[in-house]
């Protein structure tokens, strides 16, 4: 412990009291975090349309629960829905009883549970190690993109990770600190985390758990002097009636579809081609903890230095690594692969990046952190690598207006400002403000300018209202080949739509006497019109085929053209 914290392990209502002072003294920092995170996680949160195509499927899932008020069995279209468990939508669903059946409603609840995340995080920080570590990991999560994205999109992974890692939060502070009862509620947010995404919950905690018990003996004596028997045990009370009752009501169907499909074949079998290589979340992860990056390396650095030293690592340190190793080590060996599958280990990457942070400054001379001094020193040149990044796309390939310039320009600005600070005091302030501020701009400028240009681009809902108005009730609503079209059109024309993906499925949809209203592209009709087919062409719109940033590029806008057809009159 005394390589972190020397005066700490003397007295710790001294150093608390020392760090809580320093933050005291930033009376900015309040209004600072309040801006940052009504920036991140609500400021026109509801304002595009749905991203495809999943954020628009879970939606719509959760829509058809309210719908029928089958609030056990998840249905998507009118058919089971084996994707992932129910809590979910059924919070979900809970928010869109509150806020609407919209975008907004559908993604208040990711946003809040990543407000909650980031609370987690501070009291984590603050228990575990201090409160100025806390606030700067807080401050360092809040800003990081990956809470941009996610709250931002009405899928499960904030709500996830703020059960899953807050169950951990609690099982470690109650280990670690000698707050037995912390594990009781430790073991209940496990199982709201099984039932959001299932047993991958309980898989990450137990490879967490080996972990840390093979690195280190005495986080081997206070976490198996848990009620780890008891505690799976709650768990599997709270968590498998559920899956019970699924087993129950679709028998085989379920073992297939989630127990096979979406779980033990998504891991093991390549069912999707074009997979990312070995190193993607690698990739992942230095780019969602710009500018921590060189931080969270040079921490890396400092401990093994530390440990082939033979230098003690103190457990919370140990339980951080423990818990990155686990999640990202598990998901790099699956063989499908998405980008936010890493996102639970972003709040103890944070908590590294915070603790480095705090060592730099309070021992700035000391080699054990020479690895996090170089990490500190490198945030400020990255900032302005990537502002003169973002400002050459802005000049040269994007079509955006002059004020989104204030992107570049505030990135830039301040990893010049933090560089000269250094240099200037010889050591760090007590928040990094300057790297928060302009994450934030940059924010801003997403949600300002960025957003509204894509959803200029993007006609699926225009195109569905349209559907649902001109289509009566004994019409056919159809779509063929669209993909990633299918969940936002199915949410927004709001009647069961059949997918069509065969040719021959379609023609016999035309052939028919019912009434229908078909959306596909224009390439398709024109496939179809050269083998004979009659169809009338009743709306056609030109957008783009998927969410791209590539819309807004000057001179290679890929948008389609899209059209509804129904029988000749």
């Known amino acids: 412990m005394r390589y972190f914290f020397p005066n700490w392990s003397k007295s710790p209502t001294l150093y608390r009291s020392q760090s809580a002072t320093i933050i005291g003294q930033d009376p900015a920092l309040l209004i600072l975090a309040s801006l940052l995170l009504f920036v991140v996680l609500f400021w026109r949160l509801g304002a ?44 979900q669903g809970a928010s869109m009883l509150v806020f609407g059946q919209n975008e907004l409603g559908a993604r208040m609840l990711p946003a809040l549970a990543a407000l909650i995340l980031i609370l987690i995080t501070v009291w984590f920080g603050a228990r575990m190690i201090s409160p100025d570590v806390g606030a700067v990991a807080g401050l360092m999560l809040a800003a990081s993109p990956g809470v941009f994205g996610l709250a931002r999109y009405a899928i499960l992974d904030t709500l996830f990770t703020m059960f899953l890692f807050g169950g951990a939060a609690l099982l470690a502070t109650a280990a670690l600190r000698d707050r037995p009862r912390l594990q009781w509620p430790g073991y209940v947010s496990i199982a709201f985390a099984v039932l959001t995404k299932g047993p991958i919950a309980l898989v990450l905690c137990g490879l967490t758990l080996a972990l840390a018990i093979t690195l280190s003996a005495d986080l081997r004596k206070r976490l198996l002097g848990l009620h780890w028997v008891v505690g799976v045990a709650i768990v599997l009370v709270i968590a498998s009636p559920w899956f019970v009752y699924m087993y129950s009501r679709f028998r085989e169907d379920f073992v297939n579809g989630y127990v096979l499909d979406e779980n033990v074949r998504l891991f093991a079998s390549s069912r999707f081609a074009n997979q990312p290589r070995f190193w993607f979340y690698f990739q992942i992860l230095a780019l969602g903890l710009l500018p921590w990056t060189g931080l969270v390396i040079g921490r890396a650095v400092d401990d093994i230095r530390a440990r082939l030293r033979g230098e003690p690592i103190d457990g919370t340190e140990v339980l951080l690594w423990s818990w990155t190793i686990a999640i ?30 705090s060592d730099a400054r309070q021992d700035p001379r000391q080699s054990r952190h020479a690895g996090s001094r170089v990490g500190v020193w490198v945030a400020g040149p990255l900032l302005v690598l990537l502002g003169v990044a973002v400002g050459y796309f802005l000049v040269v390939r994007l079509d955006l207006p002059p004020m989104a310039m204030s992107i570049p320009f505030a990135l830039t600005l301040a990893g010049i400002a933090m560089v000269a600070t250094l240099v200037a005091r010889g050591r760090l302030p007590g928040i990094p403000s300057l790297a928060t501020v302009a994450l934030m701009v940059t924010y801003i400028g997403l949600v300002r300018f960025v957003m509204p240009a894509i959803e200029r681009q993007k006609v699926v809902d225009d195109v569905a209202a349209w559907v649902a108005g001109e289509a009566g009730q004994d019409a056919v609503i159809a779509s063929y080949r669209l ?87």
């Not at 709001?494 to 035309?510: I, K, N």
Request: glycine residues 4%; aromatic residues 16%.
């Open 328 to 357: 990202v080590g598990f998901f790099t060996l699956s063989t499908f692969k998405l980008d936010h599958y890493v996102f639970p280990a972003a709040p103890a990457l944070c908590l590294l990046c915070a603790r480095a942070w």
């Open 48 to 91: 595009p349309t749905f991203w495809d195509p999943d954020e628009a499927h879970y939606a719509e899932t959760t829509r058809e629960m309210i719908a029928t008020g089958d609030w056990w069995a998840p249905y998507y279209n009118d058919a089971p829905f084996f994707d992932k468990p129910v809590l979910f939508h059924q919070l």
């Open 483 to 569: 993909n990633r079209w299918n969940p936002s059109f199915r949410f927004h024309v709001g009647r069961h739509v059949e997918f069509l993906e065969d040719p021959g499925e379609a023609e016999t949809l035309f052939a028919s006497s019912e009434p229908y209203f078909c959306i596909m592209r224009r390439d398709a009709l024109d496939e179809f019109l050269a083998r004979g087919v009659k169809l009338d062409v009743r709306l056609e719109r030109r957008g783009m085929w998927a969410t791209s940033g590539r819309v807004l590029w000057r001179n290679q806008i890929p948008t389609a053209r899209f059209v509804v057809v129904t029988k000749p009159r």
